[in-house]
């Protein structure tokens, strides 16, 4: 069992910016981390994976260009800096951990996912 921990998040204007971090705090071995969200009504959905050894990323078409995922891998950590925030940002934002690609040809693959966080709220209202 691994306990993701995440940070960050809160309640920004649109057009602010917001970064949340995950971080694997066991350092288990694992292929790829990022994250997923839920808007109110909606189902959970890809935004963003980084794949841990060679360091490669793949967006959603909705936040491309706004959010960057990245890590510190002597920390076991990722971040997603989330820019340019819109109101339909707005969402819990869970990190995900898996040891298998979570993605794959433009598609993302939730049920390949291994390990949750306990999910952030990211809130972008005027």
């Known amino acids: 069992q691994v306990d993701l921990v995440e940070s960050g998040g809160g309640s920004v204007q649109p057009g602010g910016s917001l970064r949340l971090a995950c971080r694997n705090p066991?350092?288990?071995?694992?292929?790829?981390m990022g994250w997923f969200r839920q808007r109110p009504g909606k189902e959970r959905e890809g935004v963003a994976v980084?794949?841990?050894?060679?360091?490669?990323?793949f967006y959603d078409a909705s936040v491309m260009g706004r959010f960057t995922i990245s890590q510190d891998a002597a920390k076991n950590t990722v971040y997603l800096q989330m820019d340019s925030l819109k109101p339909d940002d707005t969402a819990v934002y869970y990190c995900?951990?898996?040891?298998?690609?979570?993605?794959?040809?433009?598609?993302?693959?939730?049920?390949?996912?291994?390990?949750w966080g306990q999910g952030t709220q990211v809130t972008v209202s005027s």
């Open positions: 995900a951990a898996a040891k298998r690609p979570m993605s794959r040809q433009g598609s993302w693959l939730p049920e390949r996912v291994d390990y």
């Open positions: 066991g350092a288990i071995p694992l292929n790829c």
């Open positions: 980084i794949y841990l050894g060679v360091d490669t990323t």
